[in-house]
């Protein structure tokens, strides 16, 4: 049997940061995707230089790190720019989500969990999940959180959220739904039962024989193979 994925998102400010700190208290293994995308366009990545050579240097910080606000703000008004970003650092991104599933795979884990904002907007992994997870929150309160935590105008908040896919369709889209627009103890609830189910889920992978194997001399062959079934 195969160790699985979980695809896990949300819509901004729906509290999927709770649900993830939540679920690595359990001791599941959880990979970050935001993360990732942060570290793949400091200046010793090729992301990095292709971002610059399409959105030009004035989205650079004095220290030569690109100004994540000021091109949050393109893309954000710009949906054909938002596509061109996508297009550069998603790759890169999936390559070093790839490494980190190799490690938690030598290491045993049954199953790993793939925190990716726009999981149902781009569409491309959900394939490889075994199953899906969204946080949820109604429209008012999501509204409500991203303009008290960005400080953002009723309008500027509105256009963040028109850029995603409308939360009512990434519910049906995912098998799981946390709804998160109420306490947090109703939260944490939710969480353990999706936890119970992850753990009795029969799609675990005997991984003591395939570290053994990794160490032997397989792992470059092993992580190839990965790469070429996740990203081909």
Not at 81 to 103: A, G, V, Y
Request: charged share 20%; with cysteine.
């Amino acid at each position: 049997r195969a160790m699985f994925l979980v695809g896990l998102s949300g819509g901004i400010a729906t509290g999927k940061s709770t649900v993830v700190a939540a679920l690595r208290d359990l001791g599941c293994a959880v990979i970050d995707a935001d993360v990732i995308a942060r570290e793949v366009v400091q200046p010793r990545f090729k992301a990095y230089q292709q971002i610059v050579r399409y959105f030009g240097t004035e989205i650079l910080l004095e220290n030569g790190e690109i100004n994540r606000e000021a091109l949050g703000n393109i893309i954000f008004s710009h949906p054909e720019k938002r596509q061109l970003l996508n297009s550069i650092t998603h790759p890169e991104i999936q390559k070093e989500m790839l490494k980190q599933i190799l490690k938690y795979f030598v290491l045993g884990y049954r199953y790993v969990i793939l925190d990716i904002p726009l999981l149902f907007e781009t569409n491309r992994l959900t394939k490889f999940m075994k199953y899906t997870v969204l946080v949820y929150c109604d429209p008012p309160t999501q509204l409500s959180r991203l303009m008290k935590r960005n400080g953002l105008s009723r309008a500027e908040a509105e256009a963040r959220v028109a850029s995603q896919l409308p939360l009512e369709e990434k519910c049906r889209l995912a098998t799981h739904v946390i709804d998160n627009s109420g306490e947090r103890e109703s939260t944490h609830r939710q969480v353990l039962r999706l936890h119970a189910l992850l753990e009795d889920s029969l799609g675990f992978l005997w991984a003591r024989l395939a570290a053994g194997a990794v160490v032997a001399g397989l792992g470059g062959l092993a992580y190839l193979l990965l790469l070429r079934h996740f990203i081909s």
